[in-house]
């Protein structure tokens, strides 16, 4: 089981054409601000391997969520020569709550993408490489196709190469599904996000028992490997938590991921609370007990 850490800048609306409405607002978000706890670091982007990736995404106009998401843990993971790459767009047909890429009409779709990711994978030298995507629920297919030709064409450049794939939900859509599975990804993941009581709110066009019934199909139909990712401080419960954990249990998902929300930006969910390490490692040994 994986923890994952972030953190990202609270920002402040203030009116400032009311002087007094600006002071108490000021208070208020004096009051409101989150000090980020002293467990929670960032590494700064340097170093010679992140100048070489992030020219890398700009000469092959590449698309990642490190930055399109506003990815706080970029600095870390460029710095060790490692990207999470994202396919189809830059800009998402949903408006999670949490998440930093844009929401709005998408661009056409781009069919040298599965080469160009590919190719720029070879010339990183990467022996595992990680592909998302934004969600495309303005296409007939929601972007699967892309997604098989894009892992056809990794494999095919990169022999050897070890793949994780981290899906939307393709609407709970089994043949747009089946066309992930059939290329043989070594992990398919999709995240939950958040535990039931606060799907609506986190991730307004997702369902909570549509996402179990999705990690449930791509088991039942093979998928060595499974994965799911919980987020928190939303204002979830421990008990909700615990929850959460048992139903991936219960969808047979073989690893889960449980993190530390940070709001990217103004417009996004603020942090309610954060967790703290002895919560984590709580969440961390009951999910092992249950088999993770």
Partial sequence: ???????????????????????????????????????????LPTGKKYSNLRGLVDKYKLNTICS??????????????????????????RSCGFCGVKTGRPEN??????????????VM?????????VDRDDLTDMGSIIWAETIKSIRRINPGITLETLIPDFQGIHKHLD??????????????ETVKRLTREVRIQARYERSLDVLRYLKSKGVNRTKSGIMLGFGETKDEVIQTIKDLRQA??????????LQPSKKHLPVKNFVNPTEFKFYKELAEDLGF
């Avoid at 607002?25 to 467990?39: A, E, G, T, V």
């Avoid at 460029?78 to 830059?90: C, P, R």
């Fill in 252 to 261: 047979n998902v073989d690893v889960v991921t449980i993190g530390q929300y």
């Fill in 109 to 122: 779709i781009d069919w040298e993408e599965p080469e160009k990711v590919a190719k720029s994978i070879s």
């Fill in 1 to 43: 089981m994986e923890h994952k850490k972030n953190k990202a800048n609270n920002w402040v609306k203030l009116d400032v054409g009311n002087r007094a409405n600006h002071q108490q607002k000021s208070i208020k978000n004096k009051l409101d601000f989150k000090k980020k706890p002293d467990w929670i670091r960032v590494k």
């Fill in 179 to 192: 066309r992930i599975i059939e290329v043989m990804p070594e992990v398919i993941s999709h995240n939950i």
């Fill in 68 to 93: 399109s998401g506003s990815c706080p843990n970029m600095g870390e993971c460029w710095g060790e020569g490692t990207a999470t790459f994202m396919i189809l767009g830059n800009i998402c047909t």
């Fill in 125 to 133: 030298g990467i022996k595992h490489a990680v592909i998302t995507s």
